[in-house]
């Protein structure tokens, strides 16, 4: 872990317990005098906290020092990726996240199944761990939106990844934003709302589940 998280820190004693303190106490080991680093993801400071004191079920630290210290992507990319399975979110979220991906809205697409709920509260966890493990000073900012329609009016100059002869190589410094497809793709009437000058795919006669293509894609665009 390159650092722990906590909402908390930045004050000049901080208090950890449950998952934290069986993480950092009981799983890590740490012992009085152990200094930690910590981060709270609102700023791109990081902190370094020394281990004061120990109890059953929690822990003090004492503030040390901070440092602005922000660790991010050179380029930002936000997602338009057509909900699908949020098990299949869940799995992938983490690398989309250590690639530098920025934003992601989950769009309600026509072949979106309707019962697919997305539990936002932990998927920022899952980003939370992720940012922890590779270092990040933020996360992915989450978002969801009803329709591709009101998600092209929103945002300007946005790209679709589908069928195209124009590959995302050839467009990877251009693109800021990028609509990624449910499993099955885009209705014909979703499609009307593209910009034909914006739409790219690879250079493979494959077809991709959702979850490669915007793994895929992301990896192009940003490193």
């Given amino acids: 872990m390159q650092f722990t998280y906590d909402i908390n820190c930045g004050a000049s004693n901080l208090e950890i317990s449950e998952d934290t303190y069986k993480y950092l106490i009981k799983a890590r080991r740490h012992k009085i005098n152990d200094e930690i680093y910590f981060r709270n993801l609102n700023d791109n400071l990081i902190y370094l906290y020394k281990l004061i004191s120990i109890s059953r079920r929690s822990a003090i630290f004492s503030l040390i020092s901070s440092e602005e210290k922000e660790v991010e992507n050179k380029k930002d990319l936000h997602l338009g990726w057509c909900l699908v399975d949020p098990k299949t979110v869940e799995k992938y979220l983490a690398s989309l996240n250590e690639l530098g991906v920025s934003k992601i809205t989950f769009i309600f697409c026509e072949y979106s199944q309707k019962n697919f709920k997305l539990n936002i509260e932990k998927l920022e966890k899952i980003l939370i761990n992720s940012s922890s493990q590779c270092g990040r000073s933020s996360i992915i900012k989450l ?80 490193i």
């Fill in 143 to 222: 978002e969801t939106c009803d329709s591709l329609e009101q998600f092209v009016k929103e945002n300007e100059d946005t790209y679709f990844l589908d069928f195209s002869k124009t590959f995302v190589d050839e467009k990877k410094d251009d693109i800021k934003t990028l609509v990624i497809g449910c499993e099955g793709g885009f209705s014909s009437d979703e499609r009307f709302t593209f910009n034909k000058d914006n739409i790219v795919g690879f250079d493979s006669s494959l077809i991709l589940r959702s979850e490669t293509a915007v793994i895929g894609a992301s990896s192009k665009i940003l």
